[in-house]
């Protein structure tokens, strides 16, 4: 249990944040520069905030009105650093034993033994960080941090400083670990692919604020707006006018097109008819239409869109198309309206390097409202 | 061949570095960790030993500490004279090599990551416990080096040493004023000999503190 309140004021960036978490993984995410760093680096005490609270299990940290601010040596808070920072001149036991110096040499020990084993460090207990791979240096960083069990784990970009096939086998020791430490794990990243694999739950940061917090489907199902909708790297956000709207489903206008956008059911209010609203669809959820198949199945005969391919991205195993539909008006950015994900073979089957003239398909509930508008395109 | 003077400059210049790391330490340390106000003018206050000519450091410092001087009278009444007295010597070696210790410190300590402090500090550490324990060891080389020019430095001082402690044989004297001594008396074979040990170890010397340094000296 975690609740955090900072107000932070430095010449042109202002953090000001509110959150609250319960027990599990949470992940500060947000583009770099949005106070992630900062926020963790005013839990841990190396930065002392212009006012606020900070409370863990019960237990005050900082306090501006009450005028409590533990030093960083007092508040129990295990921290992994970006880069590990792991002390050059000690061997990998005494980077672990570093926080233990004040218990008793027997308990020190066995605990030192206890988490060495634990990591599966033994092998390389007696060399220097500087001789250890990537993944054995995170592995010494989590065992200094864990050693003195804390009430709170900080981890500053943790999987950054590794290369990115390393970067992926670690997150599922990452996870292992944080999942075994039980109590509260802060995790600082701006990578989504560790969020949806590390967190439960999420607070969304952008320039020095929370935009959205929350467990992590309904972050990611559900962005609050356009503005956490883009934080979270969500491409194809599109703006339209609300033809009807159910409790089933919103059917709306979108550039001379007709799209149908499932509904929820607990959706507090319906957005009203001749209202403007955001929505997105999510690139790996729009179909090309085969031209050799004599028109789409049934099912798929919604939300047809025709246009042109006008570009593509090689992103490895998935091609990701610059999709411009016909339509009234500009494209909505950069000349194209929507992008597209198809995996290569589709790609190369459909000869799509070819053939540019396409009709997509998009499914109702691929296509999800975002509640208000992106601040810079409301009118007025 | 008289040993007096090796025994001499090997006792001042011991004592004269001893000085300047336990005194430069902690300046070399707040002026590589921190910034404050009024920073770049102690920078300047420690260069300008290494800078003045001897001569005008020594008359400054004889002024200071002469027997009718507050400082000398000070340090008379505690039994430990200084001026024209082997402490005196002491007190001019410290002076002209104060200021190489504290800039090779300083370098040492600038390199030192201050994350690895913090982490020192989030696992429950003093700060006193956090220097002793991360800041020093990994700003070792930097110390190491500058102790090493400073003991160079004190081995060859002269002009500072001339002033303030005087040229006086079996009390004062030291190897650079004695070879001066036997040049002016035309002795140079004892004067080459001195030459050649003083030249041996200041080389010595320099040759362990880049090598510790990592020739950034």
């Known amino acids: 249990m975690l609740s955090v309140e900072i107000l932070k004021v430095f010449p042109g960036f202002t953090l000001d944040v509110r ?19 900062l926020t963790l680096q005013c839990l841990a005490g190396l930065i002392r905030p212009d006012s606020g609270r900070i409370v863990v299990r019960g237990r005050s940290l900082f306090d501006s009105v009450a005028g409590v601010n533990r030093p960083v040596r007092d508040r129990n808070l295990g921290v992994v650093f970006q880069g590990f920072a792991l002390f050059p001149h000690l061997t990998v036991m005494e980077n672990i034993a570093f926080g233990l110096d004040r218990v008793a040499s027997e308990v020190r020990r066995r605990r030192t033994e206890e988490m060495i084993e634990r990591l599966g460090l033994t092998a390389v ?39 990115s096939p390393l970067r992926r086998s670690l997150r599922d020791d990452l ?15 701006h990578d989504l692919a560790e969020v949806c694999q590390l967190a439960d739950q999420i607070v969304v940061y952008d320039r020095g604020r929370v935009v959205q917090a929350g467990r992590k489907s309904d972050v990611l199902g559900r962005p609050a707006s356009p503005e956490v909708a883009s934080a979270l790297g969500i491409r194809n956000v599109l703006e339209g006018t609300v033809l009807e709207s159910t409790a089933e489903f919103v059917r709306l ?12 059911p607990e959706r507090p209010d319906l957005p009203a008819a001749g209202s403007r609203v955001a929505f997105f ?9 085969r031209k050799d198949r004599g028109g789409p199945v049934p099912e798929r005969r919604v939300n047809l869109i025709s246009g042109a391919v006008v570009g593509e991205v090689d992103m490895g195993s998935m091609v990701a198309l610059q999709f411009r539909a016909e339509g009234d008006g500009p494209p909505q950015a950069r000349g ?15 000869c799509v390097y070819y053939d540019r003239q396409w009709t997509v398909s998009v499914q109702p509930s691929a296509v999800q409202l975002l509640p208000g508008l992106r601040a810079s395109a409301a009118p007025g | 061949m008289d040993f007096a003077p090796i025994l001499m400059s090997a006792r001042v210049a011991s004592l004269a570095t001893l000085l300047a790391v336990v005194t430069g330490t902690p300046l070399a340390w707040l002026l590589g960790r921190h910034r404050f106000r009024g920073q770049a003018f102690i920078e300047g206050l420690v260069l300008l030993p290494l800078v003045l000519p001897p001569t005008v450091l020594g008359y400054y410092l004889l002024v200071l500490v ?49 994350r690895l402090e913090d982490a020192a500090r989030t696992l429950g550490r003093s700060e006193w416990s956090v220097f002793c324990a991360v800041t020093l060891p990994l700003a070792w080389r930097g110390l190491a080096a500058g102790t090493a020019l400073a003991f160079c430095r004190a081995v060859g001082e002269f002009g500072i040493t001339l002033m303030v402690a005087g040229n006086i044989p079996g009390r004062t004297q030291t ?15 004892e004067a080459n000999a001195l030459s050649l040990l003083t030249l041996a170890v200041v080389g010595l010397l320099l040759l362990l503190a880049r090598r510790g340094s990592g020739a950034r000296l």
């Open chain 1, 19 to 37: 959150w609250e978490v319960g027990d599990g993984v949470v992940a500060l995410f947000g583009p770099s520069g949005a106070g992630k760093t």
């Open chain 1, 125 to 163: 207990a007696r060399l220097r960080p500087a001789q250890l791979s990537g993944g054995q240096q995170q592995r010494v960083a989590l065992g200094r941090a864990l050693a003195l069990d804390p009430d709170l784990l900080l981890l500053d970009e943790p999987l950054s400083a590794l290369d």
């Open chain 1, 175 to 189: 996870q292992a670990t944080l999942r075994g430490f039980g109590k509260t794990a802060i995790v600082v990243t």
């Open chain 1, 253 to 264: 206008d979108w550039r001379g097109h007709t799209m149908v956008a499932a509904n929820w």
């Open chain 1, 281 to 289: 669809v999510r690139p790996e959820h729009v179909r090309l239409m």
């Open chain 1, 336 to 350: 194209y309206d929507l992008e597209i994900e198809v995996s290569r073979l589709v790609h190369e089957k459909l």
């Open chain 2, 66 to 114: 002469n027997r009718s001087a507050p400082v000398g009278q000070l340090f008379d009444g505690l039994g430990l004279e200084l001026a024209f007295t082997w402490r005196g010597a002491v007190l001019a070696a410290w002076v002209g090599s104060f200021g190489l210790f504290v800039r090779a410190a300083q370098a040492g300590f600038e390199l030192v990551d201050p």
């Open chain 2, 175 to 189: 190897v650079p004023l004695a070879i001066y001594d036997y040049v002016q008396a035309n002795r140079m074979a």
